[in-house]
């Protein structure tokens, strides 16, 4: 049968048996980690600085539970930094950031909702920006 075998257990109410093993699962990527490495230093009587930067690798991966052709994500590795000042009290803090510099953007979800209508979210492209706290 198309659809596997059927069991009616009542009038509108049926159990298909299908087999989809072969089927991958979504977000489960063989491969997936993250290597990165900080970096502190005084800056004398001013306070300290720290440098930052990680690198994240995912391999391929499904994104949709039917793995559809058009829904498989990329390989996708992404770049992310800082550089940080801490002053010597600790009470004021500059963090320069920066996320997905190397701006790789790839599918993070797609759901085929009929076959006339299918919807989907990138990953975050890429961003930075300026952090400044202070404790009282």
Known sequence: PICGSVTVLQPGVAIVDYDNSHLKLPYAPKWDGQVGVRYSFDAGNA?????????????RQETNLLNYDFGDRKPMTTWDA????????????????GRNLTNNVGRLFMQVVNPNFTFAFPTEPRTWGVTLSASF
């Open 47 to 59: 306070g300290s600085l720290n440098l930052e930067s990680t690198v994240n690798y995912t391999s």
């Open 82 to 97: 800082s550089i940080g000042f801490v002053d010597k009290d600790e009470r004021f803090r500059v963090l320069v950031w």
